[in-house]
């Protein structure tokens, strides 16, 4: 059997051991220590926000700026549905409703037609969102002047989750920099891994700092254990920072190394008219976290997606079908949804493809060779 091709694997550079070391000799393994400060403030340099809390995953850090933002059971949040349930899940931790939004078909991200049909129509209902959580999914940039227009307009903070879109530009400037909080996920198959992470981004010293309060279980400030509010344990850890301060030294390159990926499927596949990608529009570049492909079965003959997806399983190569929408869940049945099926219609025709920064040619070979024996 051929070696394995995943579909996103961790790829270490060479100098994040140097950091875990440095934490072990100085006994820093526990609490918090030089590397998470480190760490905040390379993330800080590289994004271009004023603060930002290392975490323990993304999902917690986009329940904290729920927390910060005041949702409290009841409320119901903005989602787009198109995306990975991190996204998601913890507007139910705060036992506050997700409101589910479609996404437009050129970014695949939220759609901004439809984001204010649901808003006009909660309030309408009586209740008006308290947040909107918004999503570059597989590192392209949403529409984001359109999103925030109208965000501003209704005055409704905006989260905007860059998880998959660390080193994505909109208009020159770094995702994760634009909503009143921004979040990341180093979780293992991102564009660079701390093993497991996350961070809350944002421009406010005040709410970053409540941040890093209510992510160490919210202690007084008393020489016992007191506590005036609810906290979590949610703080990165000294030894995964040492990983991350490693990890942003190459994120360039990873970078590099995904658009590449991406350029190498485009080109060899471009013959073939079921094939098309999502396309980076005017002002955008996107790290191409994953290379996304929609198989047309009407210019295919008829190969489907699975068709694709199964006969790589079979040579030893892991790919996957786009995110299934949240308002297609099972456990989301009950929310409110508004737009049509252009999310479903991606999740039915599209897959991810191996991305991994570390394939080598080899791999990439292999893959489309296996590819175009179906076509
Ligand atoms: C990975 C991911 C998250 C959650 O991050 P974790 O670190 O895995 O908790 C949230 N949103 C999106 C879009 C993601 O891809």
């Known amino acids: 059997m051929n070696k394995r091709i995943y579909l996103s694997s961790p790829h270490m550079g060479v100098k994040e051991l140097d950091f875990v070391h440095e934490a072990f000799e100085t006994n820093w393994v526990a609490p918090l220590g030089k590397n998470v400060d480190g760490f905040e403030q390379d993330l800080c340099n590289y994004t271009g926000v004023e603060y930002a809390a290392a975490l323990t995953t993304g999902t917690a850090a986009i329940h904290l700026a729920l927390v910060l933002l005041g949702v409290l059971a009841g409320d119901e949040v903005v989602c787009q549905s198109f995306t990975f349930a991190g996204s998601a899940n913890p507007i139910t931790y ?49 529409k984001i002047d359109e999103i925030h227009r109208i965000a501003n307009e209704y005055e409704i903070p905006l989260i905007e989750d860059a998880a998959e879109a660390l080193g994505s530009l909109y208009k020159n400037k770094q995702a994760g920099s634009f909503g009143d909080f921004g979040i990341l996920s180093f979780n293992g198959n991102k564009i660079i891994t701390t093993s497991g992470g996350g961070a809350l981004l944002g421009n406010d010293k005040g709410s970053i700092e409540k941040a890093r309060f209510l992510a160490t279980q919210a202690r007084d400030n008393a020489p016992h254990y007191q ?118 219609s991606l999740f039915e025709k599209g897959l991810c493809l191996p991305s991994g920064s570390n394939m080598t040619d080899n791999d990439k070979q292999r893959i489309v060779e296996v590819i175009k024996t179906l076509f």
């Open 94 to 142: 705060q036992g506050a409703t997700p409101i589910f939004v479609d996404s437009e078909s050129e970014t695949w991200n939220m759609s901004p037609d439809f984001l204010q049909e649901a808003i006009r129509d909660r309030i309408r209902k009586g209740k008006k969102p308290k947040a909107i959580i918004y999503v570059h999914l597989y590192g392209m940039p949403a």
């Open 227 to 344: 506590h005036s509010t609810i906290g979590y344990n949610y703080r990165m850890s000294n030894i995964v920072a040492g990983i991350g301060r490693g990890q942003m030294i190459v994120i360039d390159e990873r970078v590099k190394q995904r658009r590449e990926n991406y350029s190498f499927y485009k080109e060899e596949l471009k013959n073939y008219e079921c094939f098309s990608f999502v396309k980076e529009a005017e002002n955008v570049k996107a790290n191409r976290w994953l290379t996304t492909v929609l198989i047309d079965p009407k210019k295919s003959g008829g190969s489907t997606r699975d068709d694709v997806r199964i006969k790589l399983e079979s040579e030893n190569i892991e790919s996957r079908p786009l995110w299934k929408p949240m308002h297609k869940q099972p456990v989301f049945r009950d929310a409110p949804y508004y737009g049509d099926t252009i999310s479903e």
